[in-house]
T-cell receptor, first 110, second 112 residues
Framework: SQQGEEDPQALSIQEGENATMNCSYK?????LQWYRQNSGRGLVHLIL?????REKHSGRLRVTLDTSKKSSSLLITASRAADTASYFC??????????FGAGTTVTVRA | NAGVTQTPKFRVLKTGQSMTLLCAQD?????MYWYRQDPGMGLRLIHY???????AKGEVPDGYNVSRLKKQNFLLGLESAAPSQTSVYFC???????????FGEGSRLTVL
């Protein structure tokens, strides 16, 4: 069964605005990852945050992790049209496997 | 580098037919995975491999078989295709079990 669940399912924002999406998961994890998928393409890794980290940055991306609430958030600042994509969180639920949520679809309007 | 390559990219099958999807990676990764992606359901793990000659079942293995005879290749077989197997299939590989996954571009399969 899927471990992670993203919220909201869909998000529409104006170019230049920030986009925030959340991921909740069920069991304890070692790390949590975020991926992006452009329409009709494969998933691309964005960022990995370990369970002992609370916040991580990569360019315009900021990820937070709250293990007490079993949740994570992904913030995209100053969004661009190229950020239009689906975003997935993935959690490790054993040593070899990642579980993906259903994703958040982000549309950035020009 | 090509990364992860999947063939074919598109295929239409009739119910009961068989086929094999091929995944090849050139990163010398030990771990390889097959996922299926259906609307509103995210990615679900079908089978995975932790090294050459090994395979294991994921969340939704029924109706599929896999083989990893060579480290760089991971094959997904459908013995008798069913309409419920209409999906987009993604192969992924990883250096470590729960590290970054590298995905192929997907194989879109339609079973009529």
């Amino acid at each position: 069964s899927q471990q992670g669940e993203e919220d909201p399912q869909a998000l529409s924002i104006q170019e230049g605005e920030n986009a925030t999406m959340n991921c909740s998961y069920k069991t304890s994890i070692n790390n949590l990852q975020w991926y992006r998928q452009n329409s009709g393409r494969g998933l691309v890794h964005l960022i990995l945050i370990r369970s002992n980290e609370r916040e991580k940055h990569s360019g315009r991306l900021r990820v937070t992790l709250d293990t007490s609430k079993k949740s994570s958030s992904l913030l995209i600042t100053a969004s661009r049209a190229a950020d239009t994509a689906s975003y997935f969180c993935a959690t490790d639920y054993n040593d070899y496997k990642l579980s993906f949520g259903a994703g958040t679809t982000v549309t950035v309007r020009a | 580098n090509a990364g992860v390559t999947q063939t074919p990219k598109f295929r239409v099958l009739k119910t009961g037919q068989s086929m094999t999807l091929l995944c090849a990676q050139d990163m010398n990764h030990e771990y390889m995975y097959w996922y299926r992606q259906d609307p509103g359901m995210g990615l679900r793990l079908i089978h995975y491999s932790v090294g050459e000659g090994t395979t294991a079942k994921g969340e939704v293995p029924d109706g599929y078989n896999v083989s990893r005879l060579k480290k760089q290749n991971f094959l997904l077989g459908l013995e008798s295709a069913a309409p419920s197997q209409t999906s987009v299939y993604f192969c992924a590989s990883s250096y470590s079990g729960t590290g970054e996954l590298f995905f192929g571009e997907g194989s879109r399969l339609t079973v009529l």
